[in-house]
């Protein structure tokens, strides 16, 4: 089976270029000007569009049992709309509950996501500790290709990481060549202000980031980041939302250590006015941890993503419908965290980064695909477009514009963050491993067609830090 994607620009992290694209059982066999269609292949003419490779969300969470229900976007239906969004790969988290074996929780993990559209992988999260625990993270670190763990600063009395497990997962992560990431955020002190003011009667979403203010989040990103440091490990802080949160990571930078930022879409784009909506649903269908922020943070965000701070735009994709919100009209602390993304994320970022020259189409694709294969071991399979890498193609129409919404969109739920907004730079086709799965309107996603990906440990990244450890 084979493509000729013929006539575009083709845009990688380096560099753009006029030319042909072949693809054969779903990998790129040819780049080049002028290329002849094979007998039998299909011919897709790029025109004046930019052939990019498929977006990569390094943070998803599909049908993710949490705060008593469950996403409600499945392996399936978050895939296909990332499809349709341009994004062709995703990284979801197997979240262990604690005390549950660590291989238990990702064989269930790994059935739910058979039903995938696109490719998959799995960071596991460490929400507890033991010898097991330990074992397990090898076996899934050498045989399964898991290379990234996550651990939980928050959600005290759930999937809370203690420092004691934290300190013996980056310990065991070094042990594994693979790369420990953090949700940042100090469980105790969000468990303690919540308290606080669900007792003064600020039971409405507008508790939510009163509970939750950037010091929090501060706090934890820099304790996670020297805790790595004496450990010698590089570190990734997951979604980060605050200034204080970037800012640590930036003297750290600055200090030689490596660590890795992520910014979502949401928090780059959505300020925390949504919060005192006197709508509940509207306020509620906010509700993600950390929550978004004043609107400073944000050009503070932008700035980090120019500055090289932040590596990766993700999405952190976990939808819960009204009626799942509603959990927490009378409590805010009961409210389903997390939002939904995977379909507008890359259209976001063109719109609010190349189109306002924060970033040039090459650092467009490097934030939305290259630095994630690299950092979490996909490269140069994914987010390159080379010669032997997989398929994952996107034709991307840098001047088409479509407005987001919640009635339009193709993500499993009935709310969208970035509701209204009417974007440039459209996904008119994506190609997952040579599949065209989005053209022109028309999601032709397949059920299953996604594949597990196993990731490499022991990358270049996590070579160098060994070197520094000596
Ligand atoms: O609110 C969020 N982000 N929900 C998903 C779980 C997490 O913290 O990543
Ligand atoms: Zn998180
Ligand atoms: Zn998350």
């Not at 507008?344 to 609010?352: I, K, N, Q, V």
């Amino acid at each position: 089976m084979s493509t000729l994607i013929r006539g575009g620009t083709v845009v990688d992290a380096e560099t753009s270029c006029r030319a042909d694209l072949l693809v054969v059982d779903g990998r790129i066999a040819a780049i080049a000007e002028g290329l002849e269609a094979p007998s039998g292949a299909a011919v897709v003419d790029a025109g004046d569009r930019l052939v990019i490779p498929g977006g990569i969300d390094p943070h998803t969470h599909m049908q993710l049992p949490f705060m008593g229900t469950v996403a409600s976007d499945d392996f399936y239906t978050g895939t296909a709309a990332g499809l349709a969004g341009g994004t062709t790969s995703i990284v979801d988290f197997v979240i262990p509950n604690p005390q549950q074996s660590l291989m238990e929780a990702y064989t269930t993990w790994r059935g739910w996501a058979e039903k995938a559209a696109a490719d998959y992988g799995f960071h596991v999260a460490i929400t507890w500790w033991d010898e097991s625990v330990h074992a397990d993270m090898g076996t899934l670190a050498r045989e399964h290709g898991v290379a990234s763990f996550k651990h939980f600063m928050a959600y005290k009395n759930a999937i809370m990481c203690d420092d004691e497990a934290l300190v013996s997962s980056f310990t065991r992560c070094i042990e594994l060549g693979a790369l420990p990431t953090v949700h940042a955020e100090n469980g105790e002190l969000v468990f303690r202000l919540q308290k606080q003011l669900v007792a003064q009667g600020i039971t409405g979403p507008e508790g939510h980031p009163l509970s939750r203010p950037p010091a929090v989040e501060g706090e934890a990103a820099n304790r996670a980041i020297r805790i790595a440091e004496v450990l010698g490990t590089p570190l990734y802080v997951v979604h980060v939302s605050a200034e204080q949160a970037l800012e640590a990571i930036a003297r750290a930078r600055g200090e030689g250590q490596r660590v890795f930022g992520e910014v979502l879409a949401g928090h780059l784009l959505v300020d925390d006015s949504v919060y005192r909506n006197l709508d509940f649903t509207f306020a509620a269908g906010h509700v993600m941890s950390p929550p978004f922020r004043p609107r400073h943070h944000q050009d503070a965000l932008w700035a980090g993503l120019q500055a090289g701070h932040l590596h990766t735009t993700a999405t952190d994709h976990c939808c819960f419908c009204a009626p799942q919100k509603a959990a927490g009209r009378d409590n805010f602390t009961l409210i389903p965290n997390g939002c939904a993304g995977i379909e507008d994320r890359m259209s976001l970022l063109w719109h609010y980064g190349v189109g306002s020259g924060r970033l040039t189409p090459s650092e467009f694709v490097r934030v939305t695909s290259t630095n994630a294969a690299q950092i979490f071991g996909m490269y140069p399979r994914k987010g390159a477009i080379r010669i032997g890498a997989d398929a994952d193609l996107v034709l991307w129409d840098p001047v088409a514009t479509r407005t987001i919404s919640a009635s339009t969109h193709h993500q499993n739920v009935d709310f969208n963050i970035f509701e209204g907004r009417t974007v440039s730079g459209v996904a008119t086709h994506s190609f997952t491993r040579g599949l065209l799965a989005w053209a022109d309107g028309d999601l032709r996603a397949v059920r299953g067609h996604g594949q597990y990906l196993k990731r490499a440990t022991g990358g270049a990244y996590i070579e160098a830090s060994a070197k520094r450890r000596g």
